[in-house]
């Protein structure tokens, strides 16, 4: 009897011992510093909630920078100048008088072919003028670029009016040949201006509808 209680609390205490739970293995694939429960394709450092292609500093709901406005459209204005560039309103010869042209900055015009018309003023004429180019509008044409600048004169046969360059680039046309102005009393100078057409003969627009300078000539006699 004594022999099979001492078997039975061996059986006891052995029914009753725990051994330590093993480790379960680890995903060889896993990395070690990562959540078990993130995505593995996700960047820790990464939202979840973020798109990656977006820029986190920019509103997904803000509009795009609206564009430029778009260039004005000027009206380029004609000088009469002197073979060296310089605007004058009086000359002493009828070929010292050179057109030049120029537009505001930040402007721009429709570049193309234009002609320019020498007209004389006379008190005495009904229309208070008259035409004073005296060769073909052909020969008077010139190229207008976007910005207003005069660059070169297309050509005519022969017959193209002289021309400068100024040290500035600007090519400046000579208006010669046109008729002298009518002489008058006590007056000392001609008057002349220059319109600036299309080349279908309409009016060109321009900042001031025509340029007008005087040249110096003999007053009339017997006054």
Do not use: W
């Not at 993130?38 to 920019?58: A, K, S, V």
């Not at 260039?71 to 309103?89: D, E, M, Q, W």
């Not at 309409?202 to 007008?212: I, S």
Request: proline share 14%; aromatic share 4%; charged share 20%.
């Amino acid at each position: 009897m004594k022999s099979l209680v001492v078997s039975c609390s061996l059986l006891f205490a052995c029914g009753t011992s725990h051994d330590p739970k093993p480790e379960e293995p680890s995903d060889p694939g896993a990395d070690p510093g990562m959540d078990p429960g993130m995505d593995p394709g996700t960047d820790p450092g990464t939202d979840p909630g973020t798109d990656p292609g977006t820029d986190p500093g920019t509103d997904p709901g803000m509009d795009p920078p609206p564009p430029p406005p778009p260039p004005v459209v000027g009206r380029p204005r004609y000088l009469p100048s002197a073979a060296t560039g310089a605007t004058a309103s009086t000359f002493e010869s009828k070929d010292e008088v050179y057109l030049r042209a120029e537009l505001a900055s930040g402007e721009v015009v429709t570049a193309g072919d234009y002609t320019f018309e020498v007209t004389v003023l006379d008190a005495n004429n009904p229309q208070g003028a008259f035409p004073g180019s005296t060769d073909a509008p052909e020969c008077r044409t010139f190229h207008l670029t976007a910005s207003g600048r005069i660059d070169a004169l297309p050509p005519a046969g022969g017959c193209e009016h002289g021309s400068v360059t100024t040290v500035d680039g600007d090519l400046m046309i000579q208006l010669d040949p046109y008729l002298d102005a009518p002489p008058q009393c006590q007056v000392t100078t001609g008057s002349y201006c220059v319109l600036i057409r299309n080349l279908d003969g309409t009016m060109a627009l321009v900042a001031n509808g025509g340029t007008c300078f005087t040249v110096r000539q003999p007053a009339k006699d017997g006054c």
